[in-house]
């Protein structure tokens, strides 16, 4: 049985009208000596594409999932592989992420939730195997059950603590199982509604032993993959520990967690922090810690996580300059965390969705190169801190100079002649490129 009316996606070239056709993702082409698709590496979400309904906080879901009898069987669950592995094989995406529940049905108890993962994982190993599809991450999902209401690794209960930490150790060995090439941990309650009631000291202490036993575990059962931590600052939680990529970095470096950990940094995460995206890839890679990418975009208009599909194109660019600019993605690559607006309730639509997000990122990562074969803006960023590259700036960066050395050149030297940083010109030798 087939969900999906369509066939395979295939290159068709920016003339095509097909809209079930890429125009510019295609997937073997050499951008740069490297083939698109070991460039962009992307992934699907199971949550997104298998299990979001659609539904809003005023009212209900309006996805078609004509596969899907509504149940919370393991047998629904199983139907839902084949559905997803067709999904993955029209849209040509290689790699795919999940939250445990969204895999398996969560039962009346642990023993029983973890044997109906074991049965699902199973099944995923036998496509993985089939159609060579990998597994980007998994994670578990430890914020939508009521027991996570007050945190999973900080809640005030050290049962809850428990309940998650057990669920994370076998996220961890289903990860493994299926020779998952990264972990992920996202907070989505690890934070707090007040501090009236919150001890952050310890919550943070706590949350930062949590992540120490899960590199215990992981070098137990041999996953040798990153974790990404993966930054938010805001909803559910009113406040959330992990609230951008540099208080992430802070608490990583705190608590020694950096040798395993990278960042995993989301577009709409981004802005919802106050960012652009460029500004949480850039704090990340300046310092090797970028992993991975949640691709996605928020609405000008609303604030809060819309998880749109990305189609704008300068965001595509920037995000293209940063991965390029880090030498490519090594275990990570570009996660669809992306859902499609309600009324676009067709199975279709989530090929259409995925069609654009693609080929946003094709033209991206080509413009990308582009500017960066080009030269000019390189260019210019080196000019300008030239001075820098001078004997004073030598003694400046490698930290031989002193107050008292600059204070006498500032005496004697005058005042200097600051050049221009053209933004408006930059601005339009990108725009030449679009
Ligand atoms: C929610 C997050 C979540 C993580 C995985 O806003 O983006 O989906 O990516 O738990
Ligand atoms: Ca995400
Ligand atoms: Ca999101």
Same mark, same amino acid.
């Given at each position: 049985?087939?969900?999906?009316?369509?066939?395979?996606?295939r290159?068709?070239?920016?003339?095509?009208?097909?809209?079930?056709?890429?125009?510019?993702?295609?997937?073997?082409?050499?951008?740069?000596g490297?083939?698109?698709?070991?460039h962009?590496?992307?992934a699907?979400?199971?949550?997104?594409?298998?299990?979001?309904?659609? #539904?809003?906080?005023?009212?209900?879901? /309006?996805?078609?999932?004509?596969?899907d009898?509504?149940?919370?069987?393991?047998?629904?669950?199983?139907?839902?592989?084949?559905?997803?592995?067709?999904f993955?094989d029209?849209?040509?995406?290689e790699?795919?992420?999940w939250?445990? $529940?969204d895999?398996?049905?969560?039962?009346?108890d642990?023993?029983?939730s973890?044997?109906?993962l074991? /049965?699902?994982?199973?099944?995923?190993?036998?496509?993985?195997?089939?159609? #060579?599809?990998?597994?980007?991450?998994?994670?578990?999902?430890?914020?939508?059950?009521?027991?996570?209401?007050?945190?999973a690794?900080?809640?005030?209960?050290? $049962?809850?603590?428990?309940?998650?930490?057990?669920?994370?150790?076998?996220?961890?060995?289903c990860?493994?199982?299926?020779?998952?090439?990264?972990?992920?941990?996202?907070?989505?309650?690890?934070?707090?509604?007040?501090?009236?009631?919150?001890d952050?000291?310890?919550?943070l202490?706590?949350?930062?032993?949590?992540?120490?036993?899960?590199?215990?575990?992981?070098?137990?059962?041999?996953?040798? #993959?990153p974790?990404y931590?993966?930054?938010?600052p805001r909803?559910?939680?009113?406040?959330?520990?992990?609230?951008? !990529?540099?208080a992430?970095?802070?608490?990583?470096?705190?608590?020694?967690?950096?040798?395993?950990?990278?960042?995993?940094?989301?577009?709409?995460?981004?802005?919802?922090?106050?960012?652009?995206?460029?500004?949480e890839l850039?704090?990340?890679a300046?310092?090797?810690?970028? #992993?991975?990418?949640?691709?996605?975009?928020?609405?000008?208009?609303?604030g809060?996580? /819309?998880?749109?599909f990305?189609?704008?194109?300068?965001?595509?660019?920037?995000?293209?300059?940063?991965?390029?600019?880090?030498g490519?993605?090594?275990t990570g690559g570009?996660?669809?965390?992306?859902k499609?607006?309600?009324?676009?309730?067709?199975?279709?639509d989530?090929?259409?969705?995925?069609?654009?997000?693609?080929?946003?990122?094709?033209?991206?990562?080509?413009?990308?190169?582009?500017?960066?074969?080009?030269?000019?803006?390189?260019?210019?960023?080196?000019?300008?801190?030239?001075?820098?590259?001078?004997?004073?700036?030598?003694?400046?960066?490698?930290?031989?100079?002193?107050? !008292?050395e600059?204070?006498?050149l500032?005496?004697?030297?005058?005042?200097?002649?600051?050049?221009?940083?053209?933004?408006?010109?930059?601005?339009?030798?990108?725009?030449?490129f679009?």
């Amino acid at each position: 049985m087939q969900y999906f009316d369509c066939d395979k996606i295939r290159y068709e070239g920016p003339g095509s009208k097909n809209p079930l056709a890429f125009k510019h993702y295609n997937p073997d082409e050499l951008v740069g000596g490297k083939a698109m698709k070991d460039h962009l590496r992307f992934a699907g979400a199971y949550w997104h594409v298998m299990r979001n309904t659609l #539904g809003d906080p005023f009212g209900a879901g /309006t996805a078609h999932m004509p596969w899907d009898d509504g149940s919370n069987s393991v047998e629904n669950a199983l139907r839902r592989v084949d559905v997803f592995f067709e999904f993955l094989d029209k849209t040509g995406i290689e790699f795919y992420c999940w939250h445990d $529940r969204d895999i398996a049905p969560e039962l009346n108890d642990l023993s029983a939730s973890n044997q109906a993962l074991d /049965t699902v994982v199973e099944k995923l190993k036998t496509k993985q195997a089939e159609t #060579g599809v990998k597994l980007l991450w998994g994670t578990a999902c430890l914020f939508a059950h009521p027991r996570y209401a007050q945190g999973a690794a900080t809640s005030p209960d050290a $049962r809850v603590y428990a309940y998650a930490a057990a669920q994370v150790k076998k996220a961890l060995e289903c990860t493994k199982a299926l020779d998952g090439l990264g972990y992920t941990f996202w907070g989505g309650r690890e934070g707090y509604a007040t501090l009236l009631n919150t001890d952050m000291k310890r919550e943070l202490d706590h949350l930062a032993a949590f992540l120490h036993m899960a590199i215990e575990h992981a070098d137990q059962i041999g996953f040798d #993959g990153p974790f990404y931590i993966e930054p938010k600052p805001r909803e559910p939680s009113t406040h959330q520990y992990d609230s951008d !990529a540099a208080a992430c970095l802070n608490f990583l470096r705190q608590y020694g967690l950096t040798d395993r950990f990278k960042l995993n940094i989301e577009a709409n995460h981004a802005t919802l922090a106050g960012h652009t995206m460029e500004h949480e890839l850039t704090v990340s890679a300046d310092v090797g810690m970028l #992993g991975s990418i949640d691709a996605n975009r928020g609405d000008p208009l609303i604030g809060w996580d /819309t998880d749109q599909f990305p189609t704008d194109i300068m965001q595509t660019t920037q995000i293209m300059l940063v991965v390029l600019g880090m030498g490519g993605f090594t275990t990570g690559g570009l996660n669809f965390d992306a859902k499609r607006r309600r009324e676009s309730h067709d199975p279709l639509d989530l090929i259409h969705a995925h069609i654009g997000g693609m080929d946003a990122f094709a033209r991206g990562l080509k413009i990308a190169h582009a500017i960066r074969e080009d030269g000019r803006l390189a260019a210019f960023v080196r000019e300008r801190y030239a001075s820098f590259d001078t004997e004073l700036g030598r003694r400046i960066e490698s930290g031989a100079c002193s107050f !008292a050395e600059l204070e006498k050149l500032a005496l004697t030297g005058g005042e200097p002649a600051l050049a221009s940083g053209r933004q408006e010109m930059l601005e339009n030798l990108i725009n030449e490129f679009l």
